[in-house]
């Protein structure tokens, strides 16, 4: 285990430079007295390590230094192979690339390693999208991914779900990312950073200017705060359900997951009837009510009045439809 440690810690260093004991121990999951013993018996052991001082100092290799510790274990030979999405590679442009690196990397790699990469890629497959959900069409997203990866800026009309819903924006882009079998380009634009589904772009134009990227952008962390932030936004009001548990299990299964989450974690006691009382988040009046729908008989809406109604309605409405002789 340390071993694999210190093999860790150097490659870190050999490949991002300097880094401060807080980042080492961070990436390596330790404490920072633990990178400080690491560091010590790795110079100790004639690696060319040392420390700068100061508010932005840190640890880094002498300069020229490069370790030759960087064969592949089993586990990441085969691991290396679930890492093709050959799908994802093909719509940003890359799939003949993706091909060519895979077999380069299959022919580099010993007898053992490349019999366990070919277990693990016939073992194990990665489908994206959810279920029920057809290819989104995204013409520019090669378009995107190049002004991404060449940090031009990007002129694109969008269509928004409000009004107006067409605009037209100059980005800066910064990543694409693929969610659920759906792409967005995370981007700033007028001082604003945010993401914007690559379906949506009419039309894309890259400029000649370069894009400003924000130093240290971190993509990944920026992607789980933005979500977060999102899946909490779009829910502006609840509704108080009193419903069966049947009813709140099947939830999982057919609801959003934060209305799910939400429901889960705010359900009280099972009263004499079986059922329960809980809150569900709902987006508006008209969503909570084709949402709240799928669970039948098994839910019902005390609040807010004005879905109750809806619900009232909809009940007379089928009453009328179902109870009426033919």
């Known amino acids: ?130 279920w029920f959900r057809g290819d989104e069409p995204t013409p520019h997203l090669s378009t995107v991914a190049d002004a991404v990866w060449n940090a031009r800026l990007l002129d694109v009309r969008y269509r928004r779900w409000k009004q107006p819903r067409e605009v037209t924006r100059t980005l800066q882009p910064l990543g694409v990312v693929l969610k659920a079998g759906r792409w967005y380009l995370v981007a700033t634009a007028r001082d604003r950073t945010t993401a914007y589904r690559v379906a949506s772009i009419l039309d894309a134009v890259i400029l000649d200017e370069p894009a400003a990227r924000p130093a240290g952008f971190d993509l990944a962390g920026f992607w789980q705060e933005w979500t977060q932030r999102y899946e909490r936004s779009v829910y502006t009001m609840t509704a108080t359900v009193r419903m069966t548990k049947p009813a709140l299990d099947l939830m999982a299964f057919v609801f959003p997951p934060e209305m799910s989450r939400v429901a889960r974690e705010s359900a009280g006691p099972l009263d004499e009837d079986g059922r329960l009382v809980t809150t569900v988040p709902v987006e508006s009046v008209r969503h909570g009510h084709i949402e709240l729908s799928k669970l039948g008989a098994d839910a019902e809406v005390l609040a807010p009045p004005e879905l109750r109604d809806r619900f009232v309605e909809t009940a007379r409405g089928l009453a009328a439809t179902y109870l009426t002789p033919s």
């Not at 999405?85 to 940003?92: D, I, K, Y």
């Not at 390693?113 to 890629?121: C, E, G, K, N, S």
């Open 1 to 130: 285990m340390r071993a694999g440690r210190l093999v860790s810690l150097l490659l870190l260093l050999q490949t991002r430079g300097r880094m401060s004991a807080r980042e080492l121990a961070e990436q390596l999951e330790v404490s920072v007295r633990t990178v400080y013993r690491d560091v010590e018996s790795l110079g100790s052991a004639g690696v060319p390590i040392y420390a700068d001082r100061g508010p932005a100092g840190g640890y880094q290799l002498l300069d020229g230094y490069r370790t030759r510790l960087t064969g592949l274990t089993e586990d990441e030979a085969g691991t290396l192979f679930l890492a093709g999405v050959p799908g994802p590679a093909a719509e940003l442009g890359l799939g003949s690339v993706l091909a060519a690196a895979e077999l380069k990397l299959r022919a580099s790699l010993p007898g053992e390693l490349a019999d366990r990469a070919d277990r693990v890629r016939d073992r194990f497959h990665l489908d994206a999208p959810g």
